[in-house]
């Protein structure tokens, strides 16, 4: 079966660094994104993963190994607006999203 | 980045009645548009795909009969619960697939932000 595997809740510090990490299992691969949810909102696009490596955008970085199935996301200077839930979702071989169940991260002073 | 609407963002109904909600993509077409489910501190749920001018493809356990979907224009889809009942009250959400941006960042999906139903 397919799975996407993410830590359910983390606790950072603001200012601090946090990475979230994401496994996954699906039937083929087109890609991994992370969204960012605030409670009550629908999900905003974060990143988009589909080589090897890491991307950095600003506050936000997120890396790839697609042989070993695992992505993540680093949070640098975390701001207490960063609390929110992280969706990891993969494009399956059908350009179906795959989602994890979420981490909810919660920042504190 | 790429802008959906959804619209109401917020409806409130009687058992029985039926509620249209609209997704729209507003400076890019899509041929491609998504119906998620969300029930409180769960991960999204899609109950179907919509492809512009062709029958919608339902998820399994998903009854296309309630949750009617119109994918009309390259702009627009629709979600139409029929004889709402309270166990369908939950947060809707619409994304759209954005096909061959440059940077790599194919059939992206953006989302809309929500529609939130409450059946009474």
């Known amino acids: 079966g397919q799975n996407i595997d993410q830590p359910t809740e983390m606790t950072a510090t603001e200012g601090a660094i946090v990475q979230i990490n994401c496994t996954y299992q699906?039937?083929?691969?087109?890609?991994l994104f992370w969204y960012q949810q605030h409670a009550g909102e629908a999900p905003t696009f974060l990143s988009y993963n589909v080589l090897d490596g890491l991307e950095e955008k600003g506050r936000f970085s997120s890396f790839l190994s697609r042989s070993k199935g695992y992505s993540y996301l680093l949070l640098k200077e975390l701001q207490m607006k960063d609390s929110a839930s992280y969706l990891c979702?993969?494009?399956?071989?059908?350009?179906?999203?795959?989602w994890g169940a979420g981490t909810k991260l919660i920042i504190k002073p | 980045g790429a802008v959906v609407s959804q619209h109401p963002s917020r409806v409130i109904c009687k058992s029985g009645t039926s509620v249209k909600i609209e997704c729209r993509s507003l400076d890019f077409q899509a041929t491609t548009m998504f119906w998620y489910r969300q029930f409180p501190k769960q991960s999204l749920m899609l109950m179907a795909t919509?492809?512009?001018?062709?029958?919608?493809?339902?998820e399994q356990g998903v009854e296309k009969d309630k949750f009617l979907i119109n994918h009309a224009s390259l702009t627009l889809s629709t979600l139409t619960v029929t004889s709402a009942h309270p166990e369908d009250s939950s947060f809707y959400i619409c994304s759209a697939r954005v096909s061959g941006l440059a940077g790599g960042m194919e059939e992206t999906q953006y989302f809309g932000p929500g529609t939130r139903l409450l059946v009474l």
């Open positions: 979702a993969v494009m399956d071989s059908n350009y179906q999203l795959i």
């Open positions: 699906t039937s083929g691969f087109n890609g």
């Open positions: 919509s492809n512009e001018g062709s029958k919608a493809t339902y």
